[in-house]
């Protein structure tokens, strides 16, 4: 069966110090992978998706950036934290929906991010 | 772009009830939409997916319909339980089918 692995899922950083979240995913190839982040009274905002190694796709400008080394391996990186990155991050992934869209996400338990 | 409103933040109900949730969306219809389930601290999980050819879907005490004419979807949770308290997720694909946007969900407590 599939699972997926994100950690920490705890981390509190000062503002300007670096960040990196990792997600990797187990029992399935070549998934689609996304990082989605949920800031307190907000939605689940998406951040970036990746369809395959070293594919990455921005939806929001900002100081993040996502990185995918190997198929099921998907990195969410900063190098200077803004207060306003502060919120849970969630990795998720799936498998596609027959050619007409991404399906059913499964998403990992989250990382729950504080800046101070 | 595609905006979804669910437009209730907060419903409460009385256990045994029957809980209705809103989906509205603009913009272009969906090939299909999905309901997930969130819990505090927690990712969400998926619980139904309905195309748009398909009015109306059901697993166990759920259901879910889809008027692709009004641009909204509606989710039942029949015989509500104290244990059906979370936050409801809407998610549609977005217009390039390669990610699911979401709604800000509709946190449904039930009380007993």
């Known amino acids: ?9 705890t981390l509190v950083q000062p503002v300007g110090s670096p960040l990196s979240l990792e997600c990797t995913v187990e029992g399935t190839s070549n998934p689609n992978l996304y990082w ?18 070293g594919q990455i ?19 969410l990186s900063s190098k200077k934290l803004l207060l306003s990155d502060s919120g849970f991050y ?27 | 772009s595609q905006k979804i409103e669910q437009n209730s933040e907060a419903l409460n109900i009385q256990e045994g009830k029957t809980a209705t949730l809103t989906c509205n969306y603009t913009n272009y219809s969906p090939a299909y939409l999905q309901w997930y389930r969130q819990d505090p601290g927690r990712g969400p999980v998926f619980l139904l997916l309905i195309r748009e050819n398909e009015k109306e879907k059901r697993k166990e005490r759920l259901k879910v319909t889809f008027d692709t004419t009004l641009k909204q979807s509606l989710f039942h949770i029949t015989a509500s339980q104290p244990a059906d308290s979370a936050t409801y997720l809407c998610a549609l694909d977005d217009q390039a089918g ?14 007993s």
Do not use: M
Not at chain 1, 36 to 53: D, H, P, T
Not at chain 1, 62 to 74: E, V
């Open chain 2, 98 to 111: 390669t990610a699911l946007i979401f709604g800000k969900g509709t946190t449904l407590s039930v009380s």
């Open chain 1, 57 to 75: 796709s921005s939806e929001v400008p900002q100081n993040l950036s996502a990185s995918r080394p190997q198929d099921r391996q998907f990195i």
């Open chain 1, 90 to 116: 969630l990795c998720a992934w799936s498998g596609g929906l027959a050619g007409v869209g991404a399906g059913e996400l499964f998403f990992g338990e989250g990382s729950r991010l504080t800046v101070l």
């Open chain 1, 1 to 9: 069966s599939q699972t997926i692995h994100q950690w920490p899922a």
């Open chain 1, 36 to 53: 989605y982040r949920q800031a307190a009274g907000r939605g689940l905002q998406l951040l970036f998706y990746s369809v395959g190694i």
